[in-house]
């Protein structure tokens, strides 16, 4: 059975590598909504797009400043259990 440090280690690790994936789909979408505003689009189907991409965009900020506010606690427990 592994030790509460090791498993702490685990989820920190998990979640760094989670909260990476999500920082790369912010970026993606923050990109997408740039080349929307480049194209020459009809303003109606231009305004339904990008309102939809900030939504995608929030959406995976805030999951991944979930998970890393949840990897900085653990560190912190990880501290308190030494």
Not at 7 to 24: A, G, H
Not at 30 to 45: F, G, K, P, Q, S
Not at 62 to 81: A, P, Q
């Amino acid at each position: 059975m592994k030790s509460l440090e090791e498993r702490l280690l685990v989820l920190i690790d998990t979640n760094k590598k989670v909260s990476s994936e999500y920082w790369l789909k912010t970026t993606e979408v923050d990109n997408e909504i740039e080349e929307l505003w480049r194209l020459d689009m009809d303003e109606e189907e231009e305004k339904e797009k990008v309102i939809e991409l900030f939504g995608d965009r929030n959406r995976y900020q805030g999951i991944g400043d979930g998970i890393t506010r949840v990897m900085n606690e653990l560190k912190t427990i990880m501290k308190e259990v030494k």
